[in-house]
């Protein structure tokens, strides 16, 4: 993304830095620089994923806008719908991905800042 420093605090639809991360999968950073927390849109296509489970540093927050989302954390399944949140130690191996048959769209929150 490089976000760089300065945070402009006030992000702009058409402002969004994006990333196409992977095959169906774009993210959104909604705000950047020198931050604690890295907020994104993850728009996850039908049948796109994350691919093999992985993990790292850091807690995640997640909450679906719309859509399904099917998340393994740990090897414990969740699946997901919109209005639903999940939360949990970024250390532990997760994937994910798109059951449905429509675009997902997740408001994602990893702390410390990932990408």
């Known amino acids: 993304f490089e976000p760089g420093s300065a945070n402009p605090r006030l992000v702009r639809l058409l402002d969004r830095k994006?990333?196409?991360?992977?095959?169906?999968?774009?993210?959104?950073l909604l705000a950047w620089g020198e931050t604690v927390m890295e907020p994104h849109l993850f728009?996850?296509?039908p049948g796109a994923g994350s691919g093999e489970s992985y993990?790292?540093?850091?807690?995640?927050?997640?909450?679906v806008v719309r859509g399904k989302l099917q998340i393994e954390v740990e090897g414990q399944?969740?699946?997901?719908?919109?209005?639903?949140?999940?939360?949990?130690?970024?250390s532990t191996p997760h994937q994910w991905s798109n059951p449905g048959s429509a675009e997902t769209w997740v408001l994602?929150?990893?702390t410390p800042p990932t990408f």
Request: without cysteine; hydrophobic residues 40%; aromatic residues 16%.
């Open 108 to 110: 994602w929150v990893n």
């Open 55 to 63: 993990a790292h540093e850091g807690e995640e927050f997640l909450f």
């Open 77 to 90: 399944p969740y699946r997901l719908r919109s209005g639903d949140s999940l939360y949990f130690d970024s």
């Open 43 to 45: 728009r996850i296509a």
């Open 18 to 28: 994006r990333l196409h991360a992977g095959p169906g999968v774009q993210m959104e």
